[in-house]
């Protein structure tokens, strides 16, 4: 039996302990994470700190994505979600060699699924700290990251869609058996259906499963008919690559990870990002079609942008979209689902398919 409800159990300093839980990627949103970015005195001892062909663009990257990251946390503290945000301690850092990427996109990174958080025990769980130690340790899973000095993917809600009973995994590239399958005995020890995949690529830039019965798809990406028999899913064509036009000039520059809108030609930019940052952008590629998106609950969701087709399938759905434009998803490769991670929602492991 699952409470629907978080216990408000207590820490060393009397606060009440972060509840755990995620069963659905619809259900009621009430405690959830959102990314930090980087600042732009972290550059300071290189040569490029001088440098206004580089530090203009990156000033306007830092400003704006923190900018973004509180209208979004406004946007969710409205709608009455508790939200948390990442903390990179640089106090002893001489050097941007020695800083790890900013957490701009924590999906990326951890997974909420059934009643524990899973974390890597890597330096992004360090960003993440504070938070980490307000949570329950019976709710909390760290795993492996390194076997045999070879690092793997973390496990992340970017792979994993969930929809109570059933767990759609798009198991991460070069993730050796033994921890795969030690997660798959536990889910189903857990009592979830588990379906793997091997496509890898982050399944939340794919498609979006909107509430029982909606679906956001790109072509080709699941057996609709057979996964989900009956659900009305909406599939969007490779109409958004007009929209980014411009970063098909620099696509082969930067090999496909990122895009800064105005600055296709700025070599300078371009060689510094791919030289010193190349950790912290994703592949672009991947999140060119807005279904990156963020349900509050079955009846809100947060998307990138308006496209006429998705309005009307959520109004034929009875949802309602809020428009949250985060400007530099093409440099960081996140949409809103990305930039976020849920810890908390309300509702049950319901089996939607039985």
């Known amino acids: 039996m699952h409470n629907t409800g978080p216990i408000q159990r207590r820490n060393t300093r009397g606060l009440p302990m972060i509840p755990i839980k995620g069963y659905a990627t619809f259900d009621p949103l009430k405690h959830c994470i959102v990314g930090s970015s980087f600042k732009t005195e972290w550059f ?7 440098n206004d062909r580089i530090m203009d663009p990156l000033k306007r990257i830092a400003e704006e994505t923190e900018e973004d990251y509180q209208t979004l946390e406004k946007i969710l503290i409205d709608a009455g979600v508790k939200t948390y945000r990442p ?40 960003e993440l ?15 492996k990251q390194y076997v045999d000095k070879q690092y793997y993917e ?11 009973k059933d767990i759609w995994w798009d198991i991460p590239k070069d993730l050796p058996s033994e921890m795969s399958d030690t997660l798959i005995d536990r889910w189903k020890l857990e009592g979830f259906r588990v379906h793997t995949s091997n496509r890898y690529y982050h399944t939340d830039s794919c498609f979006c499963v909107v509430k029982p019965g909606c679906i956001v798809s790109l072509y080709d990406v699941q057996d609709y008919a057979k996964e989900f028999p009956g659900w009305d899913v909406l599939y969007l064509p490779e109409q958004s690559w007009s929209k980014v036009d411009p970063f098909l000039q620099m696509k082969d520059k930067v090999g496909g990870r990122w895009w800064l809108k105005g600055e296709e030609h700025n070599d300078q930019l371009i060689e510094f990002v791919n030289t010193w940052l190349k950790d912290w952008v994703g592949y672009v590629e991947e999140t060119v079609f807005d279904v990156n998106m963020l349900s509050i609950d079955q009846n809100t969701i947060i998307c990138n942008n308006y496209n006429k087709d998705v309005f009307a399938h959520f109004k034929r759905h009875k949802v309602e979209p809020i428009i949250f434009n985060f400007r530099h998803r093409y440099f960081w490769d ?21």
């Open 44 to 50: 300071r001892d290189l040569d490029i700190y001088k």
């Open 87 to 126: 903390r990179l301690d640089i106090t002893k850092v001489k050097s941007l060699k020695n800083i790890s990427e900013p957490l701009a996109c924590p999906r990326d990174y951890f997974a909420t699924v059934g009643e524990t958080f899973y974390a890597i025990s890597n330096v992004m769980s360090q």
């Open 129 to 143: 700290k504070h938070i980490i130690r307000d949570i329950d340790k019976k709710n909390l899973y760290f795993g």
């Open 154 to 164: 973390p496990v992340s809600t970017a792979q994993i869609c969930r929809v109570g």
């Open 334 to 354: 996140g949409g809103v689902h990305c930039i976020t991670q849920d810890l908390y929602r309300e509702g049950t492991q319901e089996d939607y398919f039985g």
